[in-house]
């Protein structure tokens, strides 16, 4: 089936260690997003890649970076977790003429 | 600030009422919106969607209502079952056409009580 993935789907780190989320997926969409869920708030848009092109959300901290070394794949990195941190990341896709998306199953982080 | 706003942050309904979820919105160019459903530990999934041309929109036991005059839409769920207890969320696209990025509001839980 195709699907988007993320690994892991917890992750713990420890206070200001460098951790990276990773995405996947086999829909072969141009569109990749990067949200930001803590408990009871809206997800919030970190970035998203529009095929090659990269694009930061004007309040995203540079704390936060993403990659995206091919269509299929997608990275998140986190350069020094805080507290602050700790929340759900949703990776999504959208294809050529979609409106919605497809999310990943999310990573849970916790921050130590 | 939210452009998107989901009030109540829970329901709970008796299993085969009605359960009807609100959304506010404030930005009167959404032409699209978008209910999503979420379970614990797993990403959201895609419910239903309703396009600004049309004030409802129907499929099984799910239906919106949009009232772009109040800018409100409404999810209503008929007759609930105990697996639609979730988180709801709204969203709407930022911009017109499609791959817009979505904004969402903060989710309803909604529990369905056998």
């Known amino acids: 089936d195709a699907m988007v993935i993320q690994n892991p789907r917890y992750q713990v780190t420890q206070f200001g260690k460098p951790v990276t989320l990773s995405c996947s997926q086999t829909?072969?969409?141009?569109?990749m997003y990067w949200y930001q869920q803590k408990s009871s708030q809206a997800p919030k848009l970190l970035f998203h890649y529009y095929d090659k092109d990269f694009n930061n959300e004007a309040d995203t901290p540079d704390n936060f970076q993403s990659r995206r070394p091919n269509t299929s794949f997608c990275f998140l990195d986190i350069r020094s977790p805080g507290l602050g941190d700790a929340a759900m990341y949703l990776c999504?896709?959208?294809?050529?003429?979609?409106?919605?998306?497809?999310f990943g199953s999310g990573t849970r982080l916790t921050v130590v | 600030d939210q452009q998107v706003k989901q009030n109540s942050p829970s329901l709970s309904v008796q299993e085969g009422r009605i359960s009807i979820l609100n959304c506010d919105y404030t930005?009167?160019?959404?032409?699209?919106f978008l209910w999503y459903k979420k379970y614990p530990a797993e990403g959201p999934t895609f419910l239903i969607s309703i396009s600004s041309i049309k004030d409802k929109n129907e499929d099984g036991r799910f239906t919106v209502f949009l009232n772009k005059s109040a800018k409100h839409l409404s999810l209503h769920i008929v007759p609930s079952q105990p697996g639609d207890s979730a988180v709801y969320f709204c969203a709407a696209p930022l911009d017109t056409g499609a791959n817009s990025k979505l904004t969402f509001g903060k989710g309803i839980t909604l529990s369905v009580r056998p």
């Open positions: 999504a896709t959208s294809g050529t003429g979609d409106y919605g998306y497809t």
């Open positions: 829909l072969n969409h141009n569109v």
């Open positions: 930005n009167s160019m959404f032409d699209y």
